[in-house]
């Protein structure tokens, strides 16, 4: 079945930095990348997501990117903010199938 | 904002006994998913479920877990008889589409004494 690796497990930047999270997969057959923000207490929201037709796209301050050929993706924020502060689960999907594999998540803290 | 709202938001019950985790999908989604999350641990995928029918399951979900489409509006979890290692986040997600966004409820957090 579908491995997802994600990294690294905490990750602290200040205000205004960029910060960059890292997954890779094992199924070559997956074709569906979404990333999920997930806030104390609250179930995870998807911020946005990337299929494998296409290498990258972006959402005002985040931007995900894929290597189809190396079996990664990452997750770009910019200009971080406070509210950022969450964890940050990547997750894969292959086909039609409805499971998703997900990362074992990023706690993401922005130091005001 | 549509969202999928799940109740209770905490169950605490003795191993051994029967729990239902209750779920409102977005009214005009077609596929609904159950995943849990251990504390401090990924989240996993349960099960899936589309047209009064479960679509896929993981090894995860035993014969100790059914899950049911009672009305037009509920989608439930049922465990029957919980074990300690129940014990973990249970989250609800529907989808419009098979290839749609899954959208995901606040959770259940699921204690076994």
């Known amino acids: 079945g579908e491995n997802v690796e994600q990294h690294p497990s905490t990750l602290s930047v200040q205000e205004g930095d960029s910060a960059v999270i890292k997954c890779t997969y094992s199924d070559s057959a997956s074709n569906y990348f979404p990333w999920y923000k997930q806030e104390l207490g609250k179930g995870p929201q998807l911020i946005i997501d990337i299929r494998s037709n296409v290498g990258e796209k972006k959402d005002q301050r985040i931007a995900v990117t894929l290597n189809k050929t190396a079996k990664h993706f990452s997750l770009h924020i910019t200009e971080t903010q406070p509210e950022d502060s969450a964890v940050y689960f990547c997750a894969a999907l292959r086909g039609s199938a409805r499971q998703l594999t997900f990362g074992s998540g990023t706690q993401l803290t922005v130091l005001p | 904002e549509p969202e999928v709202t799940q109740t209770p938001s905490h169950q605490v019950t003795q191993m051994g006994q029967e729990v239902i985790l209750r779920c409102v999908p977005i009214?005009?989604?077609?596929?609904f998913y159950w995943y849990r999350q251990i504390l401090g641990q990924k989240v996993e995928f349960l099960v899936s479920f589309y047209n009064n029918e479960i679509s896929e399951k993981s090894e995860i979900f035993d014969d100790q877990f059914s899950v049911e489409r009672p009305d037009g509006s509920n989608f439930t979890l049922k465990i029957r008889s919980t074990k300690l290692e129940d014990s973990a986040m249970y989250f609800c997600?529907?989808?419009?589409?098979?290839?749609?966004?899954?959208?995901f409820g606040e959770g259940s957090r699921l204690t076994v004494l």
């Open positions: 997600a529907s989808s419009e589409s098979i290839t749609g966004e899954l959208f």
């Open positions: 009214s005009n989604h077609l596929y």
